[in-house]
């Protein structure tokens, strides 16, 4: 499983995100440092790989527009895409 | 008799450590230190614990003996009276050892509730990623509910905390008061003497 990380820029997209993504075992996190951008919030969660971190970002309503994904690799993030 | 080398570690380390030790059983150890924070809050370990105290000058510190009886620990000598006197000196300074936090409610600062309560499983779970662990973390009030019945993300942070040495401490008339006493998930079920002992104790107390 490889971890990921989506940083919200608003507050209220990012708790709403989490409760979509309770199944999941997502946790919520004050977005790391090293990302400036965004509200200060983000959810963490693992995946099996970047398709299927993706494919989870992009079915989450409450991100779109709103969210980036990023791969969490040795404590560096990665970008992956704009939700 | 166990030995614990505690040399080189700061406050509350090599408390934890002999606190482990008498929490399975041990009533007879010894424990090398090399500040006098660590005297001092070990030596008020043993009073707490009902075990006799004694403390002797070795190379580069202080050995700190807490066993049963009369104080005389098998094996080393007796209190040179100039380092009882350069401990109790220490404990007048009111330093405090660590810090303690308080968490009181289930969120954290007053406003939106929902948004107090994301705030609060972040601020654990940052607190439970610091190099920098609490001495304890306090639950009372509304507080117990994020270890009795709360989400998994507050007890893995909390856990985590607890494995790097922080004592969780839980108010059992809060839990008996909300009525979750029965699922509780980690920490010690305490009560107003020992929660509040462990703020007299602590350097500062961030309340959450």
Known sequence: ?83 | MKIIDAFGMQCPKPLVLAKKEIDSGCRELSVQVDNETAVKNLSRLGTKTGLSVSVDAIEGGWLVSLCEGDGVVPNTSVVAPAVVAATVAACGTGAGCGYAVFVGKDHVGEGDGELGYNLMKMALYTLSESDDVPASLLFMNAGVKLVAGGEQQVLDSVQALAEKGCEVLVCGTCLDFYGVKDQLATGEVSNMYDILGRMQEASKVITL
């Not at chain 1, 209220?12 to 400036?36: E, F, V, Y």
């Open chain 1, 1 to 83: 499983m490889k971890k990921f990380l989506i940083a919200f820029e608003s507050t209220h997209a990012a708790m709403a995100a989490q409760k979509a993504l309770s199944s999941i075992g997502s946790i919520i996190i004050p977005t790391p440092r090293a990302i400036s951008a965004g509200c200060g919030m983000s959810l963490c969660f693992e995946a099996v790989g970047s398709h299927e971190a993706i494919a989870l970002g992009l079915s989450v309503e409450d991100a779109r527009g709103l969210a980036t994904l990023y791969e969490v690799q040795a404590g560096e993030y990665q970008l992956l895409q704009k939700l």
